[in-house]
T-cell receptor, first 109, second 115 residues
Framework: GQQLNQSPQSMFIQEGEDVSMNCTSS?????WLWYKQDPGEGPVLLIA?????ELTSNGRLTAQFGITRKDSFLNISASIPSDVGIYFC?????????FGDGTTLTVKP | DTAVSQTPKYLVTQMGNDKSIKCEQN?????MYWYKQDSKKFLKIMFS???????INETVPNRFSPKSPDKAHLNLHINSLELGDSAVYFC??????????????FGSGTRLTVV
């Protein structure tokens, strides 16, 4: 089946720093999505990308759909304490969705 | 106004028992899902229903049986619970099959602990 490799697995950063994480696959996807999961809650959609090469922003978040359609990255600028959580990428192809195994972000004030 | 609501939030039960988790969405979505999140936080699809019809049934023990009485509800019944069933179970919904443009809307999860 399709697999998504998400890296890094975890990050410990200082408040104010920028963050970058990515997701790669050996398979192509038509849609890439990024979710954030707060402790004790379900994942919440942050950004969805539909076209190879697409770059989309949502506030301090920027995500890109890789040209090869096999990867995507998410950047968070000027991190704040409430950015802590688990970030999941997800890819979709032919009606089938696959989730990455998450990047856990810790922000030290 | 919770969009996808699951009950209960926490469930602690003994091995061998039978239990159910309920899910309801008020978004008017056609498709609903059950995901299992293990201790390593990996999200694994279990089932999906589109307008009450089962469309995805991943390799899940047949002790797990989903039921969708209407497109706004998808319940999960688990027979003969085992220790390995301990996990967080998420219900999710989407306007149509697949994540598409809008992604999934997840519930807040049911933490199942089998002792």
């Amino acid at each position: 089946g399709q697999q998504l490799n998400q890296s890094p697995q975890s990050m410990f950063i200082q408040e104010g720093e920028d963050v970058s994480m990515n997701c790669t696959s050996s398979s192509i996807f038509n849609t890439w999505l990024w979710y954030k999961q707060d402790p004790g809650e379900g994942p919440v959609l942050l950004i969805a990308l539909y076209k190879a090469g697409e770059l989309t922003s949502n506030g301090r978040l920027t995500a890109q759909f890789g040209i090869t359609r096999k990867d995507s990255f998410l950047n968070i600028s000027a991190s704040i304490p409430s950015d802590v959580g688990i970030y999941f990428c997800a890819g979709q192809y032919a009606g089938k969705s696959t989730f990455g195994d998450g990047t856990t972000l810790t922000v030290k004030p | 106004d919770t969009a996808v609501s699951q009950t209960p939030k926490y469930l602690v039960t003994q091995m061998g028992n039978d239990k159910s988790i309920k899910c309801e969405q008020n978004l008017g979505h056609d498709t609903m899902y059950w995901y299992k999140q293990d201790s390593k936080k990996f999200l694994k699809i279990m089932f999906s229903y589109n307008n009450k019809e089962l469309i995805i049934n991943e390799t899940v023990p047949n002790r797990f049986s989903p039921k969708s009485p209407d497109k706004a509800h998808l319940n999960l019944h688990i027979n003969s619970l085992e220790l390995g069933d301990s996990a967080v179970y998420f219900c999710a919904s989407s306007p149509y099959e697949g994540q598409g443009r809008y992604g999934y809307t997840f519930g807040s999860g049911t933490r199942l602990t089998v002792v």
